[in-house]
């Protein structure tokens, strides 16, 4: 598995792997691309030889936002998530990362906890199929770690 920074590239298989995941809510392939080369954004794929993962953030100030973090089902608990979201969060240069999750998405949310997020809202009815939006939030130093 090796991860690398997403390029302009990637958009057709990112956007794949949108539809596959996330169905009527993917990101268009217009927006896949905003979001892979846009100012203010970092983006990594993880290849396996083709494209399995990728993450998406995008800085403003001292907030990072994880627009979106993913993992073919195929590849799955096989540490790539976790992978991609070292990669994001070393690059962050922030106090803190903040995410939407749905309230919905059990093992996210589990796995959103063991990388120390923690719950500091919830948005209600914020997903089309009328599932609430868990806020989180992980507080980060400076160099994207993790704070006590």
């Known amino acids: 598995m090796r991860l690398r920074s997403a390029t302009a590239g990637d958009v057709d298989a990112v956007h794949a792997l949108e539809v596959r995941l996330f169905g009527v809510d993917a990101w268009s392939p217009r927006s896949v691309h905003e979001e892979l080369t846009g100012p203010r954004r ?74 120390g997020f923690g719950e500091i809202d919830r948005r209600r009815r914020y997903y089309r199929d009328g599932t609430d939006a868990v806020v989180l939030q992980r507080v980060l130093d400076r160099e994207g770690r993790m704070t006590p």
Do not use: K
């Not at 994880?66 to 922030?94: K, S």
């Open 42 to 115: 970092v983006a990594v794929v993880a290849c396996d030889p083709d494209v399995v993962g990728y993450a998406v953030t995008m800085t403003s100030a001292d907030v990072v936002d994880l627009q979106r973090i993913a993992v073919d089902p195929g590849h799955r608990r096989a540490g790539v998530a976790h992978r991609l979201l070292a990669r994001v969060t070393e690059q962050a240069r922030a106090d803190r990362m903040l995410l939407e999750v749905s309230a919905a998405n059990v093992g996210a949310l589990g796995f959103y906890a063991a990388e």
